[in-house]
């Protein structure tokens, strides 16, 4: 029995963070401190509540980077692998979802098996971890890319990979307005410094721009071939 309300009280906690971590994006930061405060004053709470939030964000399609927003609020610096570990699994539903479904959608329709034909092929030019790493680096819906990389049939190892690396810069702004109470307070949930995301965003194109040229190339060859 003690086990069993000890577990209804981590689902709860979980629920109760996904439920204030949503406010915090529509609301004054003033009026979430408090609770995210009381969750965090437990390590052990904060995590299996940081947990149910990391299952259930492709559900409400919330940005990634909030995961590494709480992460940093609960655990400092400290919380950036931790970030990073949960923006990698929150990235997986959406994969083996669409994986799932990826030979029946090819082959009902000729738009989708055109879109997952052209997507191996610049997996094929790119390489599968350099791949979603550059895509992770635009911004782009996590989710989006995670259903581009299960239907370009990248495998799940370089979509971790990937992924772990092109979020990486993401989680360490997150958790840098995490750790940042005062900024939180004031609104910094929110708030990303432009920069920083053209510079990423800059790089994801630079590493994508040589395999989509030459896949663009073979593309417009092949049917003379």
Known sequence: MNRRTGAVGYVLAGVALAAIASAAWVVSPEVVLGPLTWLADDPVRFGAALVALTAIRPLLAWPTTLLAVVAGFGYGWAGL???VAAMVATALPPYWLTRAGRVRAREGSRI???LCGAGERL???TGGVRAVTAIRLLPIPSDAV???AAGS???LRSLAVGTA???FPWAVIGVAIGVSVDRLASGGVASIDPTAI???????ALLLAGPLYRTVVSDRASPTA
Do not use: K, N, Q
């Open 153 to 155: 049939g990248i495998r």
């Open 146 to 148: 995670s259903v581009a």
């Open 112 to 114: 989708a098996d055109r």
């Open 123 to 125: 997996a094929e030019t």
């Open 81 to 83: 692998p931790i970030g």
């Open 198 to 204: 053209v510079a990423m965003a800059g790089l994801g």
């Open 165 to 167: 690396l092109g979020e």
